[in-house]
C-alpha cells in the first residue's frame, strides 16, 4: 500500500477585498504560494497572515475551518475567533458581530474571583438579572494574559480575551460606544458548535469594567488564604506547617492597574 505523501502545513489567515472578515485554512501551501494563487485567480488578498509556524509531515491537503476541535483550539490559541453572525473569521484587534440593540450603560457589575481547587479558579460576573460563571483551568492559565489583556483595555485597546477551559472558550469582548469613555462588554460561550451562546451583554465605564475586573481578580490572589498556600492553582504539593513560602512563579499585580486604582 503506497504511503500517503506529507509535506509541511501552515495556519493561514487570509482577507480578499469582496470578502467582509476573513478565512482561516490549514494548507500544504506556503503563504507566498497561497498569495500567488489567489492572484492567478483574480482575488489578490488584501491581507494575509501566517497564524502558526508551520508543521511537520502533515497530509497533503488544504482544508478550511469553520468549527470543529481544531480550529477552536487554534481561535483560543491565538486570539482568532469564529463569528457565526457574520460567518467569517476576526483577528485579536476586531470585535465580532453582536446582537442588537445596544444595551443602556449601567454602573451595575460585579465580579468575583473564589478561591481555586484543583487547578480550577471559579469567576462569576453579575449585572441586574445577568450572570455569568465559570471555571478558569490552570491547565491553559489565562491568568497572566489576561493582566495584560486590561492593561490594554486600560490605554483604549484590546478587543478581545479567551478563556480557555478544556471543553469551551469563554470569550471577554470589547467594543467601542457612543461615548469614548463607555464601551460594550459582552461575554460569550463557544462550544465544539456552529453557535455562539452569549451570557452578558452590558455598556459601563472603561475605567469601571478594568478596576472592577482586576480587584476582584486581586482581592483573591492578594488573600491571606491564597498566599499562605496558592497550590490548589498551581496544582503543586500542599504547603506544610514549618515549610518555607511557596515560591510564586508570577504575580498578577500590575503597576499599571495598581496606579488606575489610586487614581
Known amino acids: 500500500m503506497a504511503r500517503e505523501k506529507t509535506c509541511d502545513h501552515y495556519h493561514i489567515a487570509i482577507r480578499c477585498a469582496e470578502a467582509k472578515g476573513w478565512v482561516l485554512v490549514f494548507?500544504?501551501?506556503?503563504?507566498d504560494q497561497i498569495r500567488a494563487r489567489?492572484?492567478?485567480r483574480g482575488k489578490a488578498p488584501v491581507e494575509l497572515r501566517e497564524l502558526l509556524s508551520a508543521e511537520r509531515g502533515f497530509p497533503m491537503r488544504t482544508s478550511m475551518y469553520r468549527r470543529g476541535s481544531t480550529a477552536d483550539t487554534l481561535a483560543s490559541h491565538?486570539?482568532?475567533v469564529y463569528d457565526d453572525i457574520a460567518?467569517?473569521?476576526w483577528p485579536p484587534e476586531a470585535p465580532i458581530t453582536?446582537?442588537?440593540p445596544r444595551p443602556r450603560p449601567t454602573a451595575d457589575f460585579s465580579v468575583t474571583f473564589a478561591m481555586p481547587e484543583f487547578g480550577w479558579l471559579p469567576v462569576t460576573l453579575v449585572s441586574g438579572s445577568q450572570k455569568v460563571y465559570f471555571e478558569a483551568s490552570e491547565v491553559?492559565?489565562?491568568?497572566?494574559?489576561?493582566?495584560?489583556?486590561?492593561?490594554?483595555?486600560?490605554s483604549g485597546g484590546a478587543s478581545r480575551f479567551v478563556f480557555d477551559v478544556e471543553d469551551t472558550n469563554v470569550e471577554f469582548h470589547i467594543m467601542p460606544a457612543p461615548d469614548a469613555d463607555f464601551v460594550r462588554f459582552v461575554v460569550a460561550f463557544t462550544m465544539l458548535l456552529p453557535t455562539r451562546s452569549f451570557e452578558l451583554d452590558i455598556v459601563l465605564g472603561r475605567r469601571q469594567l478594568v478596576t472592577t475586573l482586576y480587584s476582584a481578580l486581586r482581592k483573591m490572589w492578594t488573600s491571606d488564604a491564597f498566599q499562605a498556600d496558592p497550590t490548589p492553582w498551581f496544582c503543586d504539593d500542599p504547603v506544610e506547617a514549618g515549610e518555607p513560602p511557596y515560591e510564586f512563579p508570577y504575580s498578577i499585580v500590575s503597576p499599571v492597574l495598581e496606579a488606575l486604582i489610586e487614581d
Do not use: H, I
Not at 27 to 31: A, F, H, L, N, V
Not at 146 to 154: D, T, Y
Open 27 to 31: 494548507t500544504c501551501y506556503t503563504p
Open 78 to 80: 491565538t486570539g482568532w
Open 87 to 89: 460567518c467569517c473569521w
Open 98 to 100: 453582536v446582537p442588537s
Open 38 to 40: 489567489l492572484v492567478r
Open 140 to 154: 491553559f492559565d489565562p491568568l497572566p494574559g489576561f493582566v495584560r489583556w486590561l492593561e490594554k483595555v486600560a
